[in-house]
């Protein structure tokens, strides 16, 4: 008989893989390129927003959807970036996180026996979060080293019982970003079966090489069958601050609201301050913040090809895919991980763990929101370890 007393849902699951990484490279003293976490922190004028905000305003309970100035500034948002008419008071709410987010909508909107599709990879949380709901999920899969979308087996998984697919674009851990076309296609199958889109857009602002973020939501008929959910940890590189927001048309709002009244009910009222002061900077923060992300891919991307990866595309995200069957390694990734950190003392993130099953078995993911030092450092580690001289 298993030892694990609680929900039988959550005893499979084990810890995560970032947890058992972030362990391992705490043991080796490694370098760590698997978790996708800035390691220094966001604009200190954002910070300073939710110091004065904690002095100077209410710590009380701030209203449910979210303080004024925050559902201001993503309406807002919404609007300079993508065109969107969003009215904040309706259809903007704010969340702990994506994370949280994501918790409100799937609850909020899935009832036991409707289908969601998915598509692996998937970050950690979607599938529990389904599943919780009574949701049954219906899995496709793109994969490396094209992750191309393949459309029939998509338009196969989607029936008459199907309410949600769960989009992430850009997308985590392989850094597609889903281009107009694919956005079309899959618009096309939820006008075809009446069902909406989670879309996950964490990393609206990491997009690479003058490509541009276009949410679902602003395709057309689009605008009320898409749920858009964005974070200010990644835009604003304050991860642990864990402030996600959410937009939606009411008719969604309304389920979502309910989920997230009963979940945590609010939000730290400071840290919404600060979020709402950073939505509100010029455009010349995101484009700045585009541009030295890049930078940082590109020298992470040049440094993993010196040491001989197969280092794949990355048009957005925070992350790089590698192959590291050049290495000579006979393996697979998780072995593969566990033998770098061991022999290099550099973290990566197996692929693997982003799929149920199946064959993607030779791809790492490392993460390039680093400082450059450690960058360095951790390709001048792994040049040492893989060297075949
Ligand atoms: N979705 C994706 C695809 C992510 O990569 C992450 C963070 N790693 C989240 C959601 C969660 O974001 P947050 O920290 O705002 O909860």
């Known amino acids: 008989m ?4 609680g929900n039988p849902l959550f005893a499979s699951g084990g810890i995560t893989i970032f947890e058992v990484m972030n362990e391992l490279a705490k043991k080796h003293n490694a370098l760590n390129l698997g978790q996708g976490a800035p390691d220094t922190d966001g ?13 100077t305003h209410s710590n009380q309970y701030p209203p449910l959807m979210g303080i004024p100035a925050l559902l201001e500034a993503v309406a807002d948002h919404n609007k300079r970036f993508y065109g969107l008419d969003i009215d904040p008071k309706r259809e903007v709410m704010v969340a702990v996180g994506a994370t949280e ?16 599709v998915l598509i692996e990879p998937l970050y950690d949380s979607y599938l529990p979060i389904v599943k919780l709901a009574g949701g049954i999920p219906k899995l496709v899969r793109v ?3 094209h ?13 008459d019982k199907t309410k949600l697919l769960l989009i992430n674009s850009p997308m985590n851990p392989c850094s597609k970003v889903f281009s107009d076309d694919e956005l079309q296609f899959i618009a096309d199958l939820l006008i075809k079966h009446d069902a909406y889109a989670l879309c996950d857009e964490v990393y609206e602002h990491l997009v690479f090489d003058g490509r541009k973020h276009r949410p679902l939501m602003t395709f057309p008929g689009m605008r009320d069958r898409c749920v ?4 200010a940890g990644k835009t604003f590189s304050l991860t642990g601050w864990k402030v996600g927001y959410i937009t939606a048309c009411p008719k969604l709002m309304e389920p979502i609201a309910k989920a997230h009244q009963f979940l945590i009910f609010t939000v730290p009222p400071g840290l919404q301050y600060g979020v ?8 010349s923060y995101f484009s700045g913040f585009t541009a030295e992300m890049q930078a940082k891919r590109d020298f992470l991307m040049k440094g993993l090809k010196e040491v001989g990866f197969d280092v794949l595309e990355s048009q957005g995200t925070y992350f790089i895919t590698c192959d590291f069957r050049p290495l000579g390694f006979d393996g697979d990734d998780v072995a593969f991980c566990q033998h770098m950190i061991e022999t290099a003392g550099v973290v990566a993130i197996p692929v693997s763990a982003f799929y149920q099953k199946g064959d993607v078995r030779h791809f790492v993911r490392f993460c390039f929101c680093k400082r450059e030092e450690m960058m360095i ?12 001289a």
């Open 276 to 283: 709402a002061y950073g939505l509100n900077k010029d455009d």
């Open 143 to 145: 994969t490396p080293p």
């Open 101 to 116: 987010a994501l918790a409100d909508v799937i609850l909020g909107l899935v009832a036991p026996g409707d289908e969601v």
């Open 43 to 55: 604009p200190a004028d954002i910070r300073q927003a939710a110091a004065d905000a904690i002095r």
């Open 2 to 5: 298993s030892d694990f007393i």
């Open 228 to 231: 858009r959910i964005g974070s």
């Open 147 to 159: 992750w191309e979308l393949p459309r029939e087996e998509l338009a196969a998984a989607f029936s």
């Open 377 to 388: 450092e951790a390709i001048a580690r792994m040049k040492k370890a893989f060297s075949r």
